[in-house]
């Protein structure tokens, strides 16, 4: 069974870029969603895909998109760069359906740098 | 507004001294608590999931309970490996998952 994998896994960008970060899914998930992390803080959520459709969003603002494709990969897509998007960004799949509670299972993130 | 508070920040304790990290919240209509350890640099781990009050589950020296308001995460006689920031998170009606700034374990030899 293959776990959640990230790329890259480090980046450098600068304020006003634009940056595409990818995450392949655990085997068998249907679920992808993608968190920010800051130093010290605990991950915060800025959306999730269920089955290629958004099925729900934190407070970000609309320069961070995402998309889900058909075997479940995903990207995260931000535009106009902020200092303040320096972060952690983490990804997490899990197997839903109707309801909830179920498991996350995190990828090893990407650490973006904005300059 | 959901809210997820995590006492305390950090914690020292001596290999083998027990105790308890504490995770308050407010959601609204609770889908799942959720514990998650997490090793510098990486992505968290999951531990644990608690759906009702009166819940609990262990899993080594962990063991997770859960209340109306808060959940706490026991550890029975750590050791160094332990040391971690140890995350709890719920997850309610709308499918967004709310995390706590963690705590912060240091098990000393």
């Known amino acids: 069974e293959t776990g959640v994998t990230q790329s890259p896994t480090h980046l450098i960008k600068t304020r006003g870029q634009q940056v595409t970060l990818r995450c392949s899914s655990q085997?068998?998930?249907?679920?992808v969603s993608w968190y920010q992390q800051a130093l010290g803080q605990g991950p915060q959520f800025i959306f999730q895909?269920?089955?290629?459709?958004?099925?729900g969003r934190g407070n970000f603002p609309p320069r961070f998109s995402g998309l889900q494709f058909p075997n479940y990969s995903s990207e995260l897509n931000v535009n106009a760069l902020e200092l303040d998007d320096s972060a952690l960004y983490l990804c997490?799949?899990?197997?839903?359906?109707?309801?909830?509670?179920?498991?996350?299972?995190f990828g090893p993130g990407t650490r973006l740098t904005v300059t | 507004e959901d809210q997820v508070t995590q006492s305390p920040e950090a914690l020292r304790l001596q290999e083998g001294e027990s105790s308890s990290l504490n995770c308050s919240y407010t959601?609204?209509?609770?889908?799942?608590l959720f514990w998650y350890r997490q090793d510098p640099g990486k992505g968290p781990e999951f531990l644990f999931t608690?759906?009702?009050a009166g819940e609990e589950k262990e899993k080594e020296r962990l063991k997770a309970t859960l209340t109306k308001k808060e959940s706490f995460l026991h550890i029975t006689a750590p050791k160094p490996e332990d040391s971690a920031t140890y995350l709890c998170?719920?997850?309610?009606?709308?499918?967004?998952?709310?995390f706590g700034a963690g705590t912060r374990l240091t098990v000393k030899p």
């Open positions: 997490a799949s899990s197997l839903s359906g109707v309801g909830g509670g179920y498991e996350q299972y």
């Open positions: 085997s068998g998930h249907n679920t």
């Open positions: 895909y269920y089955r290629e459709e958004e099925n």
């Open positions: 959601v609204s209509g609770l889908r799942g």
């Open positions: 608690l759906y009702s």
């Open positions: 998170a719920v997850q309610g009606l709308y499918n967004d998952m709310r």
